[in-house]
């Protein structure tokens, strides 16, 4: 059984990884995007909950939201475990994602945005939205970490807001120059799974 100094230890390192992935999502329009577009409120409602989520994470560490799961030590554990997991692997997409992409995709998706280019290599071999599936995995994490109404809210939130944004993309390439090659593409590919998971 784990000594009671050390669940603190654990619980603080989980949300640094936590913090972390959400500061690494974050820091993605200086690092990979470029940056011509409108800022919209379109981008401000899906972005929305990428600010609340490591704001809830914080309080649910300070003890203001109390885990659904709270009198259960070895499952808590269990889940950090699986959030760390999560976290870790959506930091590795976020990274393999931004690696391939040899021109800077547009930041803030607008509608008359063309393609510079129909991107299939690294995670786009599999998953037509890398970006938005490492997002995921990060609002997974954060519920799993701590399990509670609002980070649930906030892990469907994003989901609806991340299908929604991929569908109007998806669209947009379909209908753009690349249309023939974007059809067989998702007939071989996942939106946010890979194919033989989808």
Do not use: K
């Given at each position: 059984?784990?000594?009671?100094?050390?669940?603190?230890?654990?619980?603080?390192t989980?949300?640094?990884?936590?913090?972390?992935?959400?500061?690494?999502?974050?820091?993605?329009?200086v690092?990979?995007?470029?940056?011509?577009?409108?800022?919209?409120?379109?981008?401000?409602?899906?972005?929305?909950?990428?600010?609340?989520a490591?704001?809830l994470?914080?309080l649910?560490?300070?003890?203001?939201?109390?885990?659904?799961?709270?009198?259960?030590?070895?499952?808590?554990?269990?889940?950090?475990?699986?959030?760390?997991?999560?976290?870790?692997?959506?930091?590795?997409?976020?990274?393999?994602?931004?690696?391939?992409?040899?021109?800077?995709?547009?930041?803030?998706?607008?509608?008359?945005?063309?393609?510079?280019?129909?991107?299939?290599?690294?995670?786009?071999?599999?998953?037509?939205?890398?970006?938005?599936?490492?997002?995921?995995?990060?609002?997974?994490?954060?519920?799993l970490?701590l399990?509670?109404?609002a980070?649930?809210?906030?892990?469907?939130?994003?989901?609806?807001?991340?299908?929604l944004?991929?569908?109007?993309?998806?669209?947009?390439?379909?209908?753009?120059?690349?249309?023939?090659?974007?059809?067989?593409?998702?007939?071989?590919?996942?939106?946010?799974?890979?194919?033989?998971?989808?």
């Open positions: 059984m784990m000594a009671p100094t050390t669940a603190p230890m654990m619980a603080n989980l949300l640094v990884l936590l913090l972390g992935n959400f500061a690494l999502i974050g820091l993605l329009p690092i990979c995007f470029r940056r011509d577009g409108r800022f919209s409120a379109r981008w401000l409602l899906t972005g929305a909950p990428f600010f609340v490591p704001v994470l914080v649910g560490r300070a003890g203001w939201l109390p885990p659904l799961f709270a009198g259960r030590p070895a499952l808590q554990l269990a889940l950090g475990v699986a959030a760390a997991v999560l976290a870790a692997a959506s930091i590795v997409l976020i990274a393999a994602t931004s690696e391939a992409h040899r021109v800077r995709p547009a930041l803030w998706h607008q509608d008359d945005d063309a393609p510079a280019e129909l991107v299939t290599r690294g995670p786009y071999a599999r998953i037509r939205h890398p970006f938005y599936s490492s997002f995921l995995l990060a609002f997974v994490a954060a519920f970490a399990p509670h109404a980070t649930l809210a906030c892990l469907l939130y994003a989901t609806v807001a991340l299908t944004t991929a569908q109007r993309e998806e669209r947009r390439l379909a209908d753009s120059a690349f249309g023939d090659d974007y059809r067989r593409y998702v007939a071989e590919s996942g939106r946010f799974l890979p194919r033989f998971l989808a």
